[in-house]
């Protein structure tokens, strides 16, 4: 039998089931709309930040549960860090997901719940489905208010 | 004895029966596993597997033919030649063209349409002309449009399409009217697999004198087509929906208007003379045909068309009917799966939704079982927007598919359901 359980962990199953923080933010002080044009799935990032500090993070949308999933545990997870540390985050999000599987950056061990995507690095086809939340949070931070894609 | 837009004949006309074990063996890329199971493939409406004929077709020509066509008078140049103007006929049959001059080549399906849409179109439109098109259509005859609207000032309309995906015909009769001047539909649609009834269609869009252009990528490989029984003015098809390469199409126009045309692009073979004071253009087709072309895809097409032929459309016809009405029972019955597209007269696509699981969910795990289907808007998000989706899994046959393919595919969307339960 076939095993999907790299990808769909049960974390991740349970976050597009569930998703956290799927709300509009009024007043969010930074937003920012993301768009994949491989499949027309369309979310929108809503930050508040005050002072350095991103207070809340939300999103809206519909995606595939990998962009679902995604966007809920990104929005819990920089919750509470300054604006240079998510974007660090992004980084390393971006290099755990893209990484070849025998670097050191496919190791997932070291970022906590988000590690449960290390395994969408296998689905070549699924890495932007995992990436665009995070770009469109990118793009909210250094408020680009055009609409990034993940093309 | 052709039914370019009605149902596909009975099954009683068919001679001998049809092997598609044998069929299959003509295809070396259906021996392949993918994740340890036999590949099943099922995205043909994006693009269709390659015979043996057609790939040696091509392998062929680059052995032992290869050279540039009509200037040379070395021997390999005159065989060239005679091979892709050997295509031109063979494609001049295939759609039931009156002469081969009335067959351009082209890179696609997309360009045959963007070709009629600059070439055509846009030197005659004027503002508050009309063209007409409608819901179903794919991208590549949405947009060629859109642009030559810009570019005159000329309106777009688009005739809208009932819940089963059929075109609703009052309503496009209603939308054409004296400012039409030009009609573009698609035969089959790519995301709903609805059959046009475009030999209607023509009749009456020719009743207000518009000029008609009929989309058939996706007819081609699945029904027997007859541009001269349909009356259409242009139509287009790509070959590598055909089972010929990618990266070659052909564009029938009718004579009178590809004579009358402009050229499409300047360069080389599409002129007879030039000299900076005046440029002498070729004849037709050659006038559409700047640059030295796609020579081995065309001899490929050609050699796909020679395959199908081979088989019979009409057999292949009678025989992905039955296998697409298996399709539609065995997945239907799936609970929580929504099928998009319903039309009495279908050929080969099966659009589906399994609950509220997003289609690349679906297309992972059915990929991780061998199977090959396409997820996404399919390049018609108007369709999409019509029912009220972003996607659609889509599940699309073609001659090689058989019926234990499809009871995998339907093993496999029950998987679907379990994982996201």
Not at chain 2, 138 to 144: A, E, G
Not at chain 2, 208 to 218: F, K, Y
Not at chain 2, 390 to 403: C, E, G, K, M, P
Request: hydrophobic share 40%; with cysteine; glycine share 8%.
């Amino acid at each position: 039998m076939f095993d999907l359980s790299d990808l769909y962990q049960e974390l991740i199953l349970d976050h597009n089931r569930s998703p956290r923080n799927r709300r509009r933010i009024e007043h969010a002080g930074c937003r920012a709309e993301g768009y994949n044009p491989l499949c027309g799935d369309r979310i929108t990032v809503y930050l508040s930040i005050g002072g350095d500090v991103i207070e809340e993070a939300a999103f809206e949308g519909t995606g595939c549960a990998i962009s679902t999933a995604a966007a809920s545990m990104m929005t819990e997870a920089v919750k509470g860090m300054s604006v240079a540390e998510a974007t660090a985050l992004f980084e390393r999000f971006r290099a755990m997901v893209t990484a070849d599987e025998d670097r050191v950056e496919a190791d997932g061990a070291s970022m906590g719940k988000l590690g449960a995507f290390a395994g969408v690095r296998r689905f070549p086809a699924r890495v932007k489905c995992a990436t665009l939340a995070w770009h469109t949070l990118r793009a909210a931070i250094a408020g680009d208010h055009a609409s990034v894609t993940t093309e | 004895m052709t039914t370019a837009s009605g149902p596909t004949p009975p099954a009683t006309r068919t001679a001998a029966p049809y092997d598609v074990q044998r069929i299959r063996e003509d295809f070396p890329i259906l021996a392949r596993e993918i994740n340890g199971e036999p590949l099943v493939y099922l995205d043909n409406a994006a693009t269709a597997q390659k015979p043996d004929a057609v790939i040696d077709a091509i392998c062929g020509y680059y052995r032992t033919a290869n050279a540039n066509i009509h200037r040379g008078v070395h021997r390999l140049s005159v065989e060239a030649t005679k091979a892709y103007e050997g295509a031109r006929c063979t494609v001049q049959r295939f759609l039931g063209a009156r002469r081969p001059e009335e067959i351009v080549f082209v890179r696609s399906a997309t360009e045959a349409i963007n070709l009629v849409a600059q070439a055509y179109a846009r030197p005659r439109l004027a503002a508050g002309d009309e063209i007409l098109i409608t819901t179903m259509e794919h991208h590549s005859n949405i947009v060629p449009w859109q642009i030559v609207c810009e570019q005159t000032g000329a309106v777009l309309r688009v005739a809208p399409i009932t819940d089963a995906g059929e075109l609703e015909i009052d309503e496009f009769e209603k939308l054409l009217g004296p400012r039409t001047r030009l009609v573009a539909v698609t035969h089959i649609s790519n995301a709903l697999g609805t059959v046009n009834p475009v030999a209607k269609l023509v009749e009456l869009a020719h009743r207000h004198g518009a000029v008609v252009l009929i989309d058939g990528a996706q007819a081609a490989p699945h029904l027997p087509i007859d541009v001269t029984a349909l009356g259409c003015d242009f139509y287009a098809i790509t070959g590598h929906k055909m089972f010929g390469p990618t990266g070659v199409g052909a564009l029938y126009g009718r004579y009178e208007l590809l004579d009358a045309m402009e050229p499409y692009q300047g360069g080389g073979e599409m002129i007879l003379s030039v000299s900076f004071e005046k440029t002498t253009y070729n004849h037709v087709p050659h006038k559409f045909e700047a640059g030295t072309p796609n020579i081995a895809g065309v001899i490929g097409m050609g050699a796909a068309v020679d395959y199908l032929n081979d088989i019979g459309l009409n057999r292949i016809g009678t025989y992905e009917q039955g296998l697409l009405a298996y399709a539609t029972e065995a997945i239907s019955r799936i609970p929580g799966v929504r099928l998009f597209g319903t039309a009495a007269h279908k050929a080969a696509v099966l659009s589906f939704n399994i609950g509220d699981v997003h289609p690349h969910d679906a297309g992972t795990i059915l990929d991780q079982q061998g199977i090959a289907v396409r997820t996404g808007h399919h390049c018609a998000q108007p369709v999409m927007e019509r029912f009220g989706i972003t996607a659609t899994v889509r599940a699309s046959i073609a001659l090689y598919n058989t019926h234990a393919e499809i009871d995998r595919l339907a093993a496999a969307v029950a998987t679907v359901r379990e994982v996201f339960a």
